[in-house]
């Protein structure tokens, strides 16, 4: 696993040949420029890739991107310079979908360094949560089987309680969880910052991320294992 890099590869404008730092527009000239390699959503915003991100400020760079990218905009343009425009508004629009949610933006920031892919997600049970799940999949069992053989309706109403009950136990821990995410994103940032500044040791610094990212991932692995919890119970649950 390799910690992604912070900034986009510099290049140089196609025009003027003024140095870019990944914006889409040069500084000097003003034209649109060609994403760069290993461009990722941070980068499409200026952002570092940190996770505590303002979302009003995030909506207005957006609006103001949007705008600016618009393809409406190149219209006249040569077609080169249209394409572009295509490109950097479908891959702003993904950005932004993605980086508003502060789960997905710890989703994609573990998935630039390798570390969530689709369907790879560990889905065993969180162990404090062992024997609630075991209590969990009892009842919805038993539920099952008496609408299926056609169970009193006080017997029903008793297993709908007892489920409700945990789903309810079960969203509180998803957001105990969401918490808990919350004070590692910040703790990523703090790490962030501490490697920028001049004195410190890399080194020491990659280990520290390396070792966050490796938490979040568990915590994610968590979060979406209570997730289909609390979502299995709903199906089943009538007006819920
Ligand atoms: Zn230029």
Redesign the pocket.
């Known amino acids: 696993m390799s910690t992604p890099s912070t900034t986009a590869a510099p290049a140089a404008?196609?025009?003027?040949?003024?140095a870019?730092s990944g914006e889409q527009f040069?500084?000097?000239?003003?034209?649109i420029?060609p994403l760069p390699r290993g461009a990722d959503y941070f980068a499409c915003f200026g952002l570092p890739q940190k996770l505590t991100i303002d979302p009003a400020e995030l909506e207005q760079k957006f609006h103001s991107l949007s705008w600016k990218l618009h393809p409406d905009n190149f219209e006249r343009a040569p077609e080169a310079e249209r394409q572009l425009s295509l490109e950097c508004s479908s891959q702003l629009n993904d950005a932004y979908r993605t980086l508003r949610d502060p789960v997905g933006r710890v989703e994609y920031l573990l998935g630039l360094a390798g570390m969530r892919r689709e369907g790879q997600h560990k889905q065993q049970a969180p162990p404090e949560l062992l024997e609630e799940v075991f209590e969990l999949n009892e009842s919805l069992d038993e539920l099952r089987h008496a609408r299926q053989s056609g169970g009193s309706a006080g017997e029903m109403a008793g297993l709908e309680a007892k489920l409700e009950a945990a789903q309810h136990r079960f969203e509180s821990s998803l957001a105990d969880v969401d918490q808990e995410l919350a004070r590692v994103s910040t703790e990523w940032d703090q790490t962030l910052d501490a490697s920028h500044s001049p004195g410190t040791n890399s080194g020491g610094g990659d280990a520290a991320r390396k070792k966050l990212m490796e938490r979040m991932n568990e915590i994610l692995n968590r979060r979406s294992y209570i997730r289909n919890l609390v979502n299995s119970v709903r199906q089943e649950l009538p007006g819920t």
């Open positions: 404008c196609w025009n003027c040949s003024a870019t040069c500084p000097a000239c003003g034209k420029q």
